[in-house]
């Protein structure tokens, strides 16, 4: 029985963080969640499904069950359900999970503010963005997304200012996206929010849920939490 769950932040195609915890720590029978950009798609399929072959092979003599979302990193095919590993899913937009008695729900997706330097279907896609469906939220305990709502992480146009000017509707839907977000969080009513994307850690608190943006490669212990 998988008794520690873990939330994991981006890693953006690079395992090798997470596989040296796991050994570090001697991590095992244990369900890890990450959060989003696990990097598919970047790489050629013959690479990435041998990469994914080997990873799944670790996890499973370790016992460990490996569940993702789509970020904005991630080719969204991936995530259409026609991958199959022994301890390796990657979960469609709005999945609902049980983990140690508790209700998960996942949904996926965000913009790429870099996303005018990238080439369609090769390191952007289309369809990668967040998509807002309210009838397909529940109420649940825990809520995994890969982007923010508006009163967690920053807001602040400065960081992407250099981004910002050279797409000009960047940021209208970068707010609709917040917004979306902590719409998602008063429906699903969770007690407890993480994320990752942002790229830095942070917690916040708004009626009654915490949400805890994630590091990249951070590796979170939330059985307690």
Known sequence: MNNAIYVLGDIHGNWSPLLTKIDEYDIRDCTIICVGDIGLG?????????????????????????????????????????????????????????????????????????????????????????????????????????????????????????????DKNLWSELKLERTEHSRIIELCNPDRHYCGHFHFKSTSKQDGCVSRILDVDELLEITHH
């Open 42 to 166: 970047f790489k050629s399929y013959e690479r990435q499904e041998s990469e994914l072959f080997e990873v799944n092979e670790k996890f499973r003599k370790r016992r460990i069950d490996f569940f993702g979302i789509r970020g904005n990193h991630d080719d969204p095919h991936y995530f259409d359900g026609g991958y199959e590993f022994s301890n390796m899913e990657f979960l469609k937009d709005y999945e609902v999970r049980t983990f140690g008695g508790k209700v998960f729900q996942f949904i996926g997706g965000a913009t790429s503010i870099d996303r005018t330097h990238r080439v369609e279907g090769v390191s952007y896609w289309e369809n990668e963005k967040f998509n807002f469906d309210p009838n397909q939220c529940v109420k649940c305990d825990v809520l995994i997304t890969h982007s923010a709502p508006t009163w967690s992480g920053t807001t602040d146009k400065g960081p992407i200012s250099g981004w910002l000017k050279v």
